[in-house]
């Protein structure tokens, strides 16, 4: 059976840090230690892209944590019709690196459709053992 939580984040660079924290919130890290940072950095870098190619101005970013069995999944939907995709950036690129990253930390992602406008991007993270979800307080 699924437990999830799940936030709403405006459009803004500020709710990059919202959403991390939120997410280490909803977590017990005692339990995750060894992948909370991969975790943490793979939702920066979709809430990134969310805020800076995703959500049109005005429309809002949703954050979804869900476990099943022993599995974790984030979700960051955003209404922007663009797909973001893996880029090889060279040593001297600037910009490009964060779904390198996440292919690289997570143990699958992908884009789904949702209802409405826009796409859900998502993370797993294969876990060691069980763990429940909490309903944090919002950010």
């Known amino acids: 059976m699924d437990e999830q939580s799940e936030l709403r984040f405006r ?3 500020t709710s990059v840090g919202k959403a991390r924290a939120f997410v280490r919130a909803a977590l017990p890290a005692e339990q995750l230690c060894h992948r909370i ?3 943490t950095v793979c939702v920066s870098e979709l809430v990134t ?11 809002l970013i949703l954050v ?3 476990v099943n069995e022993m599995l974790l999944r ?3 939907h955003d209404a922007g019709e663009g797909r973001p995709r893996l880029q090889a950036p060279a040593d001297d690129d600037q ?3 964060g779904l390198f990253l996440v292919d690289a930390l997570a143990d699958d992602w992908g884009i789904a459709p949702r209802e409405g406008v826009g796409k859900a991007v998502w993370v797993v993270f294969k876990l060691p053992a069980p763990v429940s979800v909490r309903n944090p307080v919002p950010c």
């Open 37 to 39: 940072d991969d975790i």
């Open 64 to 66: 979804r944590v869900i």
């Open 11 to 13: 459009r803004a660079a």
């Open 49 to 59: 892209n969310a805020v800076r190619h995703g959500s049109p101005a005005g429309h």
């Open 74 to 76: 984030i979700e960051v």
């Open 95 to 97: 910009a490009g690196r």
